[in-house]
Nanobody, 114 residues
Framework: QVQLVESGGGLVQPGGSLRLSCAAS????????MYWYRQVPGKEREWVAY????????NYADSVKGRFTISRDNVKNTVYLQMNSLKPEDTAVYYC???????WGQGTQVTVSS
């Protein structure tokens, strides 16, 4: 059974940093491109970043480019999102997802506020 468990969210001041983790199980993690998405209440879920299966290529939404870094550990079956220079508009619930799989985790709340 596919499971995705996000963690690492919290309350941080503008300009601060957080590192999110997503522990995956139930599928061959190393074969899948992994995504981070985020969602604000009342808005559609939007993709933030992705990393291909080998970790050799990444891509970012314009809104986070230069501030966020996605990475993965195919031994630990975990994908990470390092978030620096956080802004209030980064406040959202963050989710990870494996490309072509329908499963979502419970998400982790990130709140950027002074």
């Amino acid at each position: 059974q596919v499971q995705l468990v996000e963690s690492g969210g919290g309350l941080v001041q503008p300009g601060g940093s957080l590192r999110l983790s997503c522990a995956a199980s139930g599928f061959t993690f190393s074969s899948y491109t992994m995504y981070w998405y985020r969602q604000v209440p009342g808005k559609e879920r939007e993709w933030v970043a992705y990393i291909i299966s080998s970790g050799g290529s990444t891509n970012y939404a314009d809104s986070v480019k230069g501030r966020f870094t996605i990475s993965r550990d195919n031994v630990k079956n975990t994908v990470y999102l390092q978030m620096n220079s956080l802004k209030p508009e980064d406040t959202a619930v963050y989710y990870c997802k494996a490309n072509s799989l329908r499963n979502w985790g419970q998400g982790t709340q990130v709140t950027v506020s002074s």
